[in-house]
């Protein structure tokens, strides 16, 4: 746990993200890390950001459709962790699209009840 490092500090948190500063800036703009995956209902999402940017995580079903849009807004650089409440929707596998302007990567969600 990233939190627990003696590195790292909690610079900020709300309903839905936390901001971790490790006093370096990030060298990449991705998703490190979901955790727990396969989880139930409720799963974190951890990323980094080497500048600042728009941040949107689309969640998409297993036809590539959106079922769920995480808008999280600006964000200067740091490391993140977002959560992703899935206890609207059914067992199964989705994926998560890390999006902004440069920047597109998706990882794959199980969700299991």
């Not at 610079?11 to 060298?27: E, H, K, M, R, V």
Request: charged share 15%; hydrophobic share 35%; proline share 5%.
């Amino acid at each position: 746990d990233t939190a627990s490092d003696a590195n790292v500090k909690h610079i900020g948190c709300s309903d839905n993200q936390l901001f971790i500063n490790a006093n370096l800036t990030p060298s990449n703009y991705s998703i490190n890390t979901i955790f727990p995956n396969p989880f139930n209902p409720l799963t974190h999402i951890k990323y980094e950001l080497s500048y600042s940017a728009e941040i949107q995580f689309n969640i998409y079903n297993i036809k590539g459709e959106i079922i769920d849009v995480i808008n999280i807004g600006f964000q200067t650089p740091g490391n993140y962790i977002s959560r992703w409440n899935g206890v609207e929707f059914p067992s199964g596998i989705y994926f998560i699209k890390f999006r902004n302007q440069s920047v597109n990567q998706a990882q794959k969600l199980i969700l299991l009840k």
